[in-house]
């Protein structure tokens, strides 16, 4: 790109810049310097491929979606959390919103996670283990109580059974009195990447991109703020994934529910700004960096080339980012402080729109009031002492960043590329439904695992505490131990509730539903009206097994 025209795009985000909001803040360093709000080359100077870098606000999107960066607003400090039951985890939500938490992200125990009730046999010693136990909309409102969902963003990191657990969501807003029309928050809702790597499925993938394509276009319709996908690259990462394999196996799903809302006959530009993502922050700062830097480029040229889309929103790929449990350690657990710390700033530099810190103990439990505290404060002291908030992708321009960024962004689609081959017909879609049939993404990402441990067990890779500085003066930490009387309680809870409710109203109201599911009509009003009359979400998803089956993962060697 020559001078000139770098000029005329440096004025295009002056423009853009003059027009925004800013906070009402310092900007300066912590000597008193000045910064300016973004630095790019100096005038006069041709920058061959500075079109691939730009400015901030302005396609591709490499250095963030706004031109004022944080300086316009802060990431969204969102911790994850959820433990025991809904009445706990309220008082835990309570603390974190308290002590300046921006939203919430709720964290359901596994019962939940696969649509089975807290007495189902199955659910036997996992109630409230790792996330709240949620049966129905009654919990939901004990969940939320003295919490207005119209002045709080909420995540839902549920994906199976994520329409049912809404519809209670949208019955806790409703019996608050809200128009939920306002509503804001996330829904995961993201059923390739169960597949893929975290396993928490119900139904055979058509029957879940059925529930996913009727929650877009409820969504769409009635709830126009909030997002019913958060396309998740998180749980790919975690099972083991290079960086390219998450970004490119994440933003591939994107493109999917892409396909899927297209397929629906719904307009790309309304329905795309209702997609988010979720990704890892790993250890590899510079690399961690480079692939949301990346991640931002990848997909705004493809819905603007490949989808379509022409609004300036529908561009935008916006992204909450988790610190890597995977990178935790038992070992020396204090040390967990300084790696999500690093993850967290990589997230950070790399453009986040919101962010969760994992706790020091989370390898040995859930987090204590203590622990779950200090990850909030790591966020804080990011956010108000360090100054990365002051200049919007400070990196940019960096030979090394902008090289890693070009590297992983040519490695993701080396992989798009293989993930069509393998489709029926040309779609990305259909490449992903063949690659999760054939285990070709589990196969990919167990290779990288083990070619990962190798490294480690050759001492190529370091671990401190576990592969070597292994001496310590730490003691053992006490832990977070759920009790066994908030099964019991649950248990409970669940009977009474049960035997307090119009039986013929919950029966009459789950065979609608199923009517419909029979049907190509939009599923979520007869669900929602199931969760009014408190069904359960055994029971709904029950009635779905019941009529779609369920699926099986092929037995591979």
Known sequence: MNAEEIAAGRARWQARYDAARKRDADFTTLSGMAVDPVYGPPPGVDVPGFDRIGWPGEYPYTRGLYPTGYRGRTWTIRQFAGFGSAR???????????????????????????????????????????????????????LFDGIDLTATTTSMTISGPAVPVFCMYLVAAERQGADLSTLDGTLQTDIFKEYIAQKEWLFEPEPHLRLIGDLMEYCAHNIPRYKPLSVSGYHIREAGSTAAQELAYTLADGFGYVELGLSRGLDVNLFAPGLSFFFDAHLDFFEEIAKFRAARRIWARWLRDVYGATDERALWLRFHTQTAGVSLTAQQPVNNVVRTAVEALAAVLGGTNSLHTNALDETLALPTDESAEIALRTQQVLMDETGVTNVADPLGGSWYVEALTDRIEAEAEEIFTKIKAMGSDGTITSGILRGIEDGWFTGQIAEAAFVYQQALEKGLKHVVGVTGHTGTVSRPLEILRVSHEVEVEQRKLLGDRRAARDKAAVDAALSRMVDVARTDGNIVPAMLDAARVEATLGEICDALRAEWGVYREPARF
């Open 88 to 142: 706990q985890t309220n008082e835990r939500y309570k603390m974190i919103l308290g002590a300046g938490g921006g939203g919430l992200s709720v964290a359901f125990d596994m019962p939940t996670l696969m649509g089975r009730d807290s007495d189902d046999p199955q659910a036997l010693g996992e109630v409230g283990h790792c996330g709240v136990a949620i049966d129905s909309a009654a919990d939901m409102d004990v």
